[in-house]
């Protein structure tokens, strides 16, 4: 079954600092310990808030707004999509990573489509 993790934190260290190096370095860990079990199929970050566009299509016109479609606290930062044997295998990976520390981890089993 596979699961697409959605991370949240409250906000993404300043480029450059020893915070930053820190948490590079926590999900270098993280996202090996997932390679290494096979279960890892992606895993990548967002860009910032900022360079979101959201699109909503009312009465057959489309819609853009700057920004992202909901108000949150925090910020949906990246996920992270892995296939194992169930939930609880699935929650015990998404406690393994750095954002289920300062952050929230959000997981979804996803379902899978004919192509």
Request: with cysteine.
């Amino acid at each position: 079954m596979r699961y697409l993790m959605l991370l949240y934190s409250p906000a993404m260290p300043a480029p450059g600092t020893e915070e930053a190096r820190r948490l590079l370095e926590d999900w270098t860990v993280a996202r090996q310990a997932m390679a290494d079990a096979g279960v890892l199929i992606d895993c990548a970050p967002l860009q910032p808030v900022s360079a979101s566009t959201t699109v909503q299509v009312l009465g057959g016109e489309t819609l853009l707004t700057d920004g992202p479609a909901a108000e949150i606290k925090e910020v949906f930062g990246g996920f992270t999509l892995i296939e194992c044997d169930g939930l609880d295998d699935a929650l015990k990976w998404a406690a393994s990573l750095p954002s289920a520390r300062d952050g929230k981890v959000e997981v979804r089993p996803v379902i899978q489509v004919q192509r």
